[in-house]
């Protein structure tokens, strides 16, 4: 980010501001369009029907959290995606060593797995559906097929790109078999699988909102399906806010910590502060 | 008499032999053999410091890792003080020319591994493992990962990560080799000031002549590849304690360096032409 500052040649604060008028400019316009300022009422009317209004938009964000309306819809969300994330995580990663690790589990695996992941998977929704209910269960069960291929792939990945060298350092140093998966396989692993936690994460939330969005009495894409069925794009919009803003949340708390687990990491350019 | 002289030699058993060791491996297009090694025989006696040298790409690596016992000769057989190897040879620490400390783990992290893997209780190998990174030069670097060390540093773990586990026998595949002259120098020279002191069996492989004959009590010269044999043996007779950058000057030096370049000369030739091929 700072280097693409730089090129620019626009300061921190610079770029902040641009950023800021963006946005704010793409809010101006939005208003002006749906407001009979600049336009005819009827095709200010018009375009609010579809596009909705900022100010009502905002309205509904600020009712959601004064009235506290919103969190037993945003807990049940927060928790499907925490759950989908961790099960379909841990799977991956189990799923992941063994098969990296068994040439022969891999050799019968292979196409199936090829297969399960080239297939839509959102479609499965439906049958969660009716094999879980309604409830939290089908929504986990989704982001969980959605997150565990990531994971599993990037598992994979990291057991069969570990150095030969450093293995066969540690196998002079007298690793046993196990000691190998202990201390050099999972470490290996786990590190692909912090640098895909942005997408797996982000695909638990997926999961969990077109899960809800598919069917549901609860969550935030619950909310969302409520105000699509009366057409109040507001709301709609709301909720996509909000969506956007945890979203960016979780991402955020992701960031964290793959700052503190991955020190072991080079970074590009790293220097001593004196 | 010749119970007595049989008593004797099997007392005397190198601490590291290799038989008649042949190394075949499927050839790149999966039809035919390729032969790295062929017939080698080679030995190291207790607390000597052997030096192998041949042209790039002759199969010195390969010769290493079957004395390791990381790979397992096609035909022949390796004996480590008379027993034969089978599996790893526990009795051996192994220098990677390549890197290999486990980037996830500090330098003192990578010291401790040995001892780690070996059940010794955190509190002892964490002791031990200062007191090594304190010989190697790297006090105040405990916590530095890998990638902040410099390659002379990275070096300087490995020998401690290999030491620390006092072995017997030492491999070692162009450890230096990386490094700037500068850097290298210094590192032979502690490299023969930690052996003196406890003198183990090396087997040190390179294909710098200036620095076998530098190190060794004894040269091996191999042929180019494939089907990579010893050519020839020097018995360098420098005396001790060394210094590598000192002792290049001397006119023994000199001359033994002439009379195994003699051998080595035609073979890097060789070796050049089936690159250039």
Redesign the interface.
């Known amino acids: 980010m700072p280097k693409a500052s730089a090129d620019l040649r626009l300061s921190r604060a610079q770029l902040a501001l641009y950023q800021a008028l963006l946005v704010g400019g793409l809010f101006a316009f939005w208003y002006l369009m749906t407001e009979p300022i600049l336009i005819s009422e009827a095709s200010a009317k018009n375009t609010a029907f579809f596009f909705g209004k900022p100010l009502g938009v905002l309205k509904v964000v600020i009712d959601w959290f004064v009235s506290g309306k919103i969190y037993p819809h945003l807990a049940i969300t927060l928790w499907e995606t925490l759950l989908a994330f961790a099960i379909g995580s841990v799977l991956g990663l189990g799923v992941g060593l063994w098969l990296a690790l068994s040439p022969t589990a891999s050799a019968l695996a292979e196409p199936y797995i090829t297969a399960m992941n080239a297939m839509p998977r959102v479609i499965l929704a439906p049958i969660f559906a009716v094999w879980f209910g309604l409830g939290v269960l089908s929504k986990v069960a989704l982001g969980v097929t959605l997150v565990f291929f990531i994971v599993f792939f990037n598992v994979y990945q990291g057991v069969k790109e570990v150095s030969p060298v450093v293995l066969a350092n540690v196998r002079m140093l007298g690793a046993s078999k196990a000691q190998l998966l202990r201390h050099i396989y999972l470490p290996s692993a786990t590190s692909w699988v912090f640098s895909s936690l942005h997408t797996s994460v982000g695909m638990a939330f997926v999961g969990a909102v077109v899960g809800e969005y598919l069917g549901s009495a609860k969550g935030v894409g619950y909310l969302i399906l409520q105000a699509e069925g009366v057409f109040d794009i507001n709301t709609v919009i709301a909720g996509i806010v909000v969506l956007t803003i945890f979203a960016l949340l979780l991402d955020f708390i992701v960031t964290r910590i793959e700052n503190k687990l991955l020190v072991w990491r080079p970074k590009t350019a790293e220097t001593e502060t004196l | 008499m010749s119970i007595a002289a049989a008593a004797v030699t099997s007392q005397a058993a190198p601490a590291l032999a290799l038989d008649r060791v042949t190394c075949a491996f499927a050839d790149r297009s999966g039809a035919g053999r390729y032969i790295a090694v062929r017939d080698a025989t080679l030995a190291v006696g207790a607390g000597e410091f052997v030096s192998v040298v041949g042209p790039t790409g002759c199969g010195k690596s390969t010769l290493l890792?079957v004395a390791?016992g990381?790979l397992a000769p096609s035909s022949g057989e390796v004996r480590v003080d008379g027993a034969r190897l089978a599996g790893?040879?526990?009795r051996?620490?192994?220098m990677?020319q390549?890197?290999?400390?486990?980037?996830?783990?500090?330098a003192l992290a990578n010291v401790t591994?040995?001892l780690?893997?070996?059940g010794v209780p955190r509190a002892e190998s964490t002791a031990r493992a200062h007191d090594w990174l304190r010989r190697v030069g790297l006090t105040g670097f405990e916590d530095r990962?890998?990638?902040?060390l410099s390659g002379g540093m990275r070096k300087r773990v490995?020998l401690a990560?290999?030491l620390i586990?006092d072995p017997e026998i030492l491999l070692m595949d162009e450890p230096f080799s990386a490094l700037d002259i500068q850097t290298r120098q210094l590192m032979e020279n502690e490299l023969l000031d930690l052996w003196s002191a406890d003198r183990k069996s090396v087997l040190f492989i390179t294909h710098d002549l200036d620095e076998a004959i530098a190190l060794s009590d004894r040269v091996i010269v191999l042929s180019a590849g494939p089907e990579t044999h010893p050519l020839g043996e020097f018995t360098i007779d420098l005396p001790r304690p060394r210094d590598v950058a000192e002792i290049r000057v001397s006119p023994r030096f000199v001359e033994l360096h002439e009379a195994i370049w003699r051998v080595l000369k035609s073979e890097v030739l060789k070796g050049y032409a089936q690159g250039k091929r």
């Open positions: 890792n390791a990381l790893i040879n526990a051996a620490g192994y990677f390549a890197e290999a400390l486990m980037p996830w783990r500090s591994a040995g780690e893997f070996h990962y890998p990638h902040q490995a990560q290999t586990l």
